[in-house]
């Protein structure tokens, strides 16, 4: 082969792979045009890039002159099986549509392709070659865009003020709020320290991976403690440790050493006090935090009891938490305490409680099914054979398998108290290491299916007609929202006519979009439109879960004379977060006008008894003004 066509080859190969590569840049995309322009633009930026990698995908397919074999594993077998099981169970649940799971389905799609680019020359990392491999390109993005936020967020910490987090974050990098950041670098930086802890240095490649790594941890540690995010320090210990376990082969030297058993007992109440003195000293940190989660998860738990099989219905949970919160207080079983840690929930903090609530023990089980087999109960890669060409690449695999798991596991802890996996950066990762650990583990093949050339050429075909579908609905989803947004600062400047206007252009496009409904509907309430306002916000309510939502029927319905509607709605809201004193004043105030001399009068009671979460000029008003109507009943 001369040099030219090494090179062309070369370029060639960049090109194939820089839309997977730019997926790591993904958590820089940020608009101020769009609506939501923290996570939209990088839905936005994801689904594009991976129309193009589908792009790059099909055209190799259609160039192809050889056949291509095509296998599946037991990993493979079992994202699918989740897969395939949340879109049937999407397709039972009320109120629910196809769409619901475009996403995931997006990141099957993406796990696909990084198993068909990565699987092409995996064999080619070793320690002795110095070709650059694909695993070497994503690899090497994958660490750059950690290393990039990282930095990005040391800017934040000690920068010109222009580079400065805004709003109440200090630190957040380009996500929304701490949580999300600290998982992200969480998910990234037990993979930059295991390379650097198990690479050799013989090849070039390889040293510039292990260094890459050393430089992405370290930035990490610069920033991650000043998150204040205590499970994102529990994963990346977590992932050291797997790299430990790996280097030192910790397992097997403990099997030998507490052969006794009074050693293993006094070996595992140690563990147990360090890991209890260490979740103590945790908690002592925000106990305020710990608690609110604690209060999550039994209102999960309640919601598990409902539909302990099956589920509420995938990517439900944001939809029906607000509702169990409400029907748990109403029952009179919150705490004072509680009532003043309830708060907007969207997502459970935990996510295998999460599935659990949202899919059922069966979406629980072929969730775990995937955890286990991707962890191989952290097994070790074996070394082929003693030649070697062939130890030199086994002991690479082993490294790379490890760092992969390392993270994996990271991503898994932070799982326990939060919800990386519903930050798509994150979740990219997540489906990256997947990728890593399914075409490195040396999982057994269930099924292998030849495709001759006649067959990839269709397929690419197709494939390309897919994508330009894609295309067309990436851009106008993004213009979609240009003009949500638009409405939405009319409504900003009172200009209730023109956001209804640019609203009801876009009432097809979004018509499943539970928060355009709500807000629309919002719009309709503050310019008097109830009867439509009602009609939207009632479809809203399946489909999204606020407070306000309620207290905007209630206002509407109250407007229109329906008054026990109206009062249902207030209480609803009222009980979502009872610390949250509006509702109760809007209540208030329509027993009032309505003569319900006593249920108003109970009402006032309970607003001028209650403790702010908050103290806020709008509760001392109207706490006030309860004040001076039970002064005033009182002198009759």
Same mark, same amino acid.
């Given at each position: 082969?001369?040099?030219?066509?090494?090179?062309?080859?070369?370029?060639?190969?960049?090109?194939?792979?820089?839309?997977?590569?730019?997926?790591?840049?993904?958590?820089?995309?940020?608009? @101020?045009?769009?609506?939501?322009?923290?996570?939209?633009?990088?839905?936005? /930026?994801?689904?594009?890039?991976?129309?193009?990698?589908?792009?790059?995908?099909?055209?190799?397919?259609?160039?192809?002159?050889?056949?291509?074999?095509?296998?599946?594993?037991?990993?493979?077998?079992?994202?699918?099986?989740?897969?395939?099981?949340?879109?049937?169970?999407?397709?039972?649940?009320?109120?629910?549509?196809?769409?619901?799971?475009?996403?995931?389905?997006?990141?099957?799609?993406?796990?696909?392709?990084?198993?068909?680019?990565?699987?092409?020359?995996?064999?080619?990392?070793?320690?002795?070659?110095?070709? =650059?491999?694909?695993?070497? $390109?994503? /690899?090497?993005?994958?660490?750059?865009?950690?290393?990039?936020?990282?930095?990005?967020?040391?800017? *934040?910490?000690?920068?010109?003020?222009?580079?400065?987090?805004?709003?109440?974050?200090?630190?957040?990098?380009?996500?929304?709020?701490?949580? !999300?950041?600290?998982?992200?670098?969480?998910?990234?930086?037990?993979?930059?320290?295991?390379?650097?802890?198990?690479?050799?240095?013989? !090849?070039?490649?390889?040293?510039?991976?292990?260094?890459?790594?050393?430089?992405?941890?370290?930035?990490?540690?610069? $920033?991650?403690?000043?998150?204040?995010?205590?499970?994102?320090?529990?994963?990346?210990?977590?992932?050291?440790?797997?790299?430990?376990?790996?280097?030192?082969?910790?397992?097997?030297?403990?099997? *030998?050493?507490?052969?006794?058993?009074?050693?293993?007992?006094?070996?595992?109440?140690?563990?147990?006090?360090?890991?209890?003195?260490?979740?103590?000293?945790?908690?002592?940190?925000?106990?305020?935090?710990?608690?609110?989660?604690?209060?999550?998860?039994?209102?999960?738990? @309640?919601?598990?009891?409902?539909?302990?099989?099956?589920?509420?219905?995938?990517?439900?949970? &944001?939809?029906?938490?607000?509702? !169990? &919160?409400?029907?748990?207080?109403?029952?009179?079983?919150?705490?004072?305490?509680?009532?003043?840690? /309830?708060?907007?929930?969207?997502?459970?903090?935990?996510?295998?409680?999460?599935?659990?609530?949202?899919?059922?023990?069966?979406?629980?089980?072929?969730?775990?099914?995937?955890?286990?087999?991707?962890?191989?109960?952290?097994?070790?890669?074996?070394?082929?054979?003693?030649?070697?060409?062939?130890?030199?690449?086994? $002991?690479?695999?082993?490294?790379?398998?490890?760092?992969?798991?390392?993270?994996? $596991?990271?991503?898994?802890?932070?799982?326990?108290?939060?919800?990386?996996?519903?930050?798509?950066?994150?979740?990219?990762?997540?489906?990256?290491?997947?990728?890593?650990?399914?075409?490195?583990?040396?999982?057994?093949?269930?099924? &292998?299916?030849?495709?001759?050339?006649?067959?990839?050429?269709?397929?690419?075909?197709?494939?390309?007609?897919?994508?330009?579908?894609?295309?067309?609905?990436?851009?106008?989803?993004?213009?979609?929202?240009?003009?949500?947004?638009?409405?939405?600062?009319?409504?900003?400047?009172?200009?209730?006519?023109?956001?209804?206007?640019?609203?009801?252009?876009?009432?097809?496009?979004?018509?499943?979009?539970?928060?355009?409904?709500?807000?629309?509907?919002? =719009?309709?309430?503050?310019?008097?439109?109830?009867?439509?306002?009602?009609?939207?916000?009632?479809?809203?309510?399946?489909?999204? @879960?606020?407070?306000?939502?309620?207290?905007?029927?209630?206002?509407?319905?109250?407007?229109?004379?329906?008054?026990?509607?109206?009062?249902?709605?207030?209480?609803? !809201?009222?009980?979502?977060?009872?610390?949250?004193?509006?509702?109760?004043?809007?209540?208030?105030?329509?027993?009032?006008?309505?003569?319900?001399?006593?249920?108003?009068?109970?009402?006032?009671?309970?607003?001028?008894? /209650?403790?702010?979460?908050?103290?806020?000029?709008?509760?001392?008003?109207?706490?006030?003004?309860?004040?001076?109507?039970? &002064?005033?009943?009182?002198?009759?």
């Amino acid at each position: 082969m001369t040099l030219t066509t090494q090179v062309l080859l070369e370029i060639g190969r960049g090109v194939r792979l820089l839309p997977l590569a730019l997926l790591f840049l993904v958590p820089f995309a940020v608009s @101020n045009e769009l609506m939501d322009g923290i996570t939209t633009a990088k839905g936005l /930026a994801f689904a594009a890039l991976l129309t193009a990698s589908i792009v790059s995908l099909s055209l190799r397919l259609i160039l192809y002159r050889a056949g291509l074999s095509v296998t599946i594993n037991w990993l493979d077998l079992g994202i699918i099986s989740f897969w395939m099981y949340s879109a049937l169970r999407t397709l039972f649940t009320p109120y629910a549509a196809l769409s619901d799971v475009g996403l995931f389905s997006m990141m099957i799609c993406l796990y696909f392709l990084f198993r068909f680019f990565l699987g092409r020359d995996a064999d080619q990392f070793d320690d002795s070659a110095s070709k =650059v491999t694909t695993l070497h $390109v994503l /690899a090497t993005a994958f660490l750059v865009g950690a290393l990039l936020q990282a930095m990005y967020g040391m800017l *934040q910490l000690h920068g010109p003020n222009q580079l400065q987090a805004s709003g109440s974050f200090k630190l957040r990098g380009s996500f929304e709020n701490p949580d !999300a950041y600290a998982g992200y670098l969480a998910s990234v930086m037990p993979f930059a320290f295991g390379l650097y802890f198990l690479l050799s240095r013989q !090849a070039w490649e390889n040293r510039r991976l292990k260094y890459l790594g050393a430089a992405t941890f370290l930035s990490g540690l610069l $920033v991650l403690p000043a998150t204040m995010i205590r499970s994102s320090w529990l994963a990346v210990l977590a992932g050291i440790i797997v790299v430990f376990l790996h280097k030192y082969e910790i397992r097997e030297k403990i099997k *030998q050493y507490f052969r006794s058993k009074r050693l293993l007992l006094a070996g595992a109440i140690c563990g147990v006090v360090i890991i209890v003195s260490g979740i103590a000293g945790l908690y002592a940190l925000k106990p305020e935090s710990a608690e609110g989660r604690l209060l999550i998860w039994k209102i999960t738990f @309640n919601m598990i009891k409902e539909s302990p099989l099956f589920g509420v219905g995938f990517d439900r949970y &944001q939809v029906e938490y607000g509702n !169990a &919160q409400a029907t748990y207080f109403t029952s009179g079983n919150g705490a004072p305490y509680e009532e003043q840690l /309830a708060g907007n929930v969207k997502h459970a903090h935990n996510e295998y409680l999460q599935v659990l609530a949202e899919t059922g023990v069966v979406g629980l089980m072929l969730a775990l099914m995937i955890v286990v087999t991707a962890l191989g109960a952290l097994r070790t890669t074996q070394i082929p054979d003693n030649s070697g060409q062939a130890r030199s690449t086994g $002991v690479c695999r082993a490294a790379l398998i490890a760092s992969a798991r390392a993270s994996l $596991v990271a991503i898994l802890v932070s799982s326990l108290f939060s919800f990386p996996l519903h930050i798509l950066p994150t979740a990219i990762n997540f489906v990256f290491l997947l990728s890593l650990i399914s075409i490195l583990g040396h999982y057994e093949d269930l099924f &292998q299916l030849d495709l001759s050339p006649n067959w990839l050429k269709p397929l690419g075909v197709a494939g390309m007609i897919s994508a330009l579908i894609a295309a067309v609905w990436v851009i106008d989803c993004r213009q979609a929202y240009i003009e949500w947004n638009d409405g939405f600062r009319r409504s900003q400047r009172l200009d209730w006519r023109g956001a209804i206007s640019a609203y009801e252009s876009l009432k097809d496009r979004l018509r499943e979009n539970g928060k355009f409904l709500f807000m629309r509907g919002a =719009v309709l309430v503050l310019a008097g439109e109830h009867a439509g306002a009602i009609r939207m916000l009632e479809d809203a309510k399946q489909r999204f @879960n606020d407070p306000n939502l309620w207290i905007s029927l209630g206002q509407s319905y109250e407007t229109v004379g329906d008054f026990s509607s109206a009062e249902k709605h207030y209480a609803h !809201a009222s009980y979502m977060i009872p610390h949250k004193l509006y509702p109760q004043y809007l209540l208030a105030k329509m027993y009032q006008k309505n003569g319900k001399e006593v249920d108003a009068l109970r009402t006032a009671e309970a607003i001028v008894r /209650a403790k702010e979460k908050v103290q806020t000029t709008a509760a001392n008003e109207m706490k006030a003004e309860m004040q001076r109507f039970l &002064q005033s009943a009182r002198t009759h």
